[in-house]
């Protein structure tokens, strides 16, 4: 079965620090992978999506995402970190029959310290 | 345009009260998705539509769960005799369609507690 473990809860950087949220997926074919973000008291945005060719994908607000497949991991970075990133990040992969039905991982909360 | 509007946006119901939730996709969105979040963890998958096909119901996690969609408009996600476990925000999304390679346009979503 499809599953996401995004290992760290709660991460706190400083403004201007790097930033890197980690993302392993389980899957058995070429995985649909999605960051989303959940600012408080917002909807969830789409940050970046992977499906196939460059394993380096760009996305809004500054992040990158990198796809490593012998690691089974799709982690997201973000070189300097602003205050307005502080949100809930969420990691998920697209299931295996030809539908947008999407598994998510736990979670990871971040926050900026000024 | 318009976003993905869902009502209410709090809900406080008793133990055992049906609750009714409403979802509003975007316009010309065909696939429609219910997605659960309880506290401190991620979106769990409930249901989705995808035009005038039968609906995947497989995240469903009992028979008190129900959702009905007409055509590609409204939804709503029927939780029958709620229990405590019930409490949590309950999210819709859509999608121009309902392939993998869509991005999903996510409501603000419905907070329901169960006292």
């Known amino acids: 079965a499809q599953s996401v473990t995004q290992p760290d809860i709660h991460i706190t950087v400083s403004e201007g620090a790097s930033l890197e949220l980690r993302c392993n997926y389980s899957?058995?074919?070429?995985?649909?992978l999605f960051w989303y973000v959940q600012s408080p008291g917002q909807g969830l945005q789409l940050l970046l999506k992977?499906?196939?060719?460059?394993?380096l994908v760009q996305g809004i607000k500054g992040f990158e995402a990198e796809f490593k497949r012998s690691q089974s991991s799709f982690n997201l970075r973000k070189p300097s970190v602003h205050w307005s990133d502080a949100a809930e990040y969420f990691c998920?992969?697209?299931?295996?029959?030809?539908?947008?039905?999407?598994?998510f991982g736990q979670g990871t909360t971040l926050q900026v310290k000024p | 345009g318009a976003g993905v509007s869902q009502s209410p946006s709090n809900k406080v119901t008793e133990k055992g009260k049906d609750v009714e939730l409403r979802c509003d996709p975007i316009?010309?969105?065909?696939?429609l998705y219910w997605y659960r979040q309880r506290l401190g963890q991620g979106l769990e998958f409930l249901i989705y539509?995808?035009?005038?096909?039968?609906?995947?119901k497989s995240g469903l996690p009992s028979d008190r769960f129900s959702a009905e969609r007409t055509g590609e408009s409204v939804s709503t996600l029927t939780i029958q005799r709620t229990q405590q476990e019930d409490s949590a925000v309950y999210l819709c999304?859509?999608?121009?369609?309902?392939?993998?390679?869509?991005?999903?346009?996510f409501g603000p979503g419905t907070r329901l507690l169960v006292l």
């Open positions: 999304a859509s999608s121009p369609t309902q392939t993998r390679l869509e991005t999903q346009y």
């Open positions: 899957y058995g074919a070429t995985p649909y």
């Open positions: 992977y499906f196939s060719g460059d394993t």
């Open positions: 998920a992969v697209a299931g295996s029959s030809n539908t947008g039905k999407l598994i």
């Open positions: 316009s010309g969105h065909t696939a």
């Open positions: 539509f995808q035009g005038n096909s039968a609906p995947d």
